[in-house]
């Protein structure tokens, strides 16, 4: 079986969900709810969006979990790792009404109008519509991500995602 190009398993980028940098938290999150990738009686749900500036240029993408790194209470921001203490665990204080859950979700919709550009991946990996799919495997693999816009004449024109490069692996390998 000839090895194919990135562009002859890409996801057409008229398939794929993007929007522009202007939209809010809020317009991305329904963009990508709504949104679901049919390749080949295959469905799968995106797991990012791509954006683009005023100019229809690649800015940066957006995963789901930048999209909730956005609307996470102040109190949790720069939280990481499994060792980090519980916020949850202290002695009643009058304070803790911020931590009511109708206060903590009208925060949420506050913060859900703040621009995607405040939580997008500005540095973007891509790869050229040309490049072989042994291209594609080496890049997501060792940049560590799980997609790649696909660049042809200087213009995105569709994704290649882990999925397709796997479901093609194993074409090939079965």
Do not use: W
């Not at 093609?168 to 079965?174: C, H, S, T």
């Amino acid at each position: 079986m000839k090895s194919k190009c990135v562009g002859e398993i890409m996801i057409p980028l008229d398939e794929y969900p993007h929007v522009p940098d202007q939209f809010t938290l809020a317009q991305a999150i329904v963009e990508l709810e709504l949104a679901y990738i049919d390749r080949e009686g295959r469905k799968s749900l995106p797991r990012f969006l791509i954006v683009f500036d005023k100019n229809n240029q690649l800015v940066g993408i957006c995963r789901r979990r930048d999209l909730l790194r956005g609307l996470e209470p102040g109190f949790l921001r720069g939280r990481t790792g499994a060792k980090s203490e519980p916020p949850f665990d202290v002695e009643f204080d009058p304070n803790l009404l911020d931590f009511s859950p109708e206060h903590m979700v009208e925060d949420m919709k506050r913060r859900a109008q703040t621009s995607v550009r405040e939580v997008m991946i500005t540095d973007v990996e891509t790869i050229d519509y040309n490049d072989n799919i042994m291209k594609a495997i080496y890049k997501i693999v060792h940049q560590d991500v799980t997609c790649l816009p696909v660049i042809r004449d200087n213009e995105v024109v569709g994704v290649v995602r882990t999925v397709e490069l796997f479901h093609e692996i194993a074409k090939q390998v079965m």
